[in-house]
């Protein structure tokens, strides 16, 4: 069974619009976190945004805010004020258990993002 | 800091040559990741270290990989002979045992077997 589910193979937004990328993972470990990565046309991985199980609030950073819903193992992504250099790739992310036990990240297929005018 | 470096940025070799790849992680992270990108296949975690040992190489292909971490600050993906199905994106990506483990990911070794 798929741990990371991104279910829109492309999106598309106008600028200063925003838009939400779902995200829906699986795991019977009550310890974990999710992350977003963005992958530009030139290919390198750049993190986003984390939030953990056990947070109490959704994560924000900047324009980034991560949609936890627990119940639902959902984590979306909403970018708002969309510019046109968020057009790429974004990947959500999970990783199982205490940091202690190793951080290894399991990967969705991703969701091509494009803004435009 | 400089960042997880990964050389070479592109390779491109014939069917059966030896190929290496090089990472340098952040100095002071105690986790390394070889992962590889392909269209087909995503993001696939190949192998993993903790303090240079490995951890977790249950997403090597074959025998034709192995990888090394001789040392904190230096890694190694090699492939023996290469294949045509090895082309793909190799990252590296690094990080620490503590508070969100964000991995930090290199800028990739994009390598084309001919």
């Known amino acids: 069974a798929q741990k990371i589910t991104q279910t829109q193979p492309g999106m598309f937004v106008q600028e200063k619009e925003a838009v939400t990328l779902d995200c829906t993972y699986d795991t019977s470990d009550p310890s974990y976190g999710l992350f977003w990565y963005k992958q530009p046309s030139s290919g390198e991985m750049i993190f986003l945004i984390y939030?953990?199980?056990?947070?109490?609030q959704n994560a924000t950073e900047g324009r980034y805010s991560l949609n936890f819903q627990k119940a639902r193992k959902s984590a979306n992504l909403v970018i708002s004020a969309s510019q046109l250099g968020d057009s790429a790739m974004y990947f959500c992310?999970?990783?199982?258990?205490?940091?202690?036990?190793?951080?290894?990240?399991?990967f969705g297929t991703g969701t091509q993002l494009k803004v435009e005018l | 800091d400089a960042g997880v470096i990964q050389s070479p940025r592109h390779e491109v070799t014939e069917m059966g040559q030896e190929v290496t790849l090089r990472c340098k992680p952040i100095?002071?992270?105690?986790?390394l990741f070889w992962y590889r990108q392909t269209m087909m296949r995503g993001l696939e975690l190949l192998i993993y270290?903790?303090?240079?040992?490995?951890?977790?190489d249950s997403g090597m292909p074959e025998d034709r990989f192995s990888a090394k971490m001789p040392n904190a600050s230096f890694s190694t993906l090699k492939i023996q002979p290469s294949e045509p199905r090895d082309s793909a994106v190799y990252f590296c990506a690094s990080g620490i045992s503590s508070g969100a483990n964000v991995l930090t990911f290199g800028a990739g070794s994009r390598l084309t077997v001919l």
């Open positions: 100095s002071g992270h105690d986790y």
């Open positions: 939030q953990g199980s056990y947070d109490q």
């Open positions: 270290f903790n303090n240079n040992v490995p951890i977790d």
């Open positions: 992310a999970m990783r199982e258990g205490l940091t202690g036990g190793g951080n290894k990240l399991t």
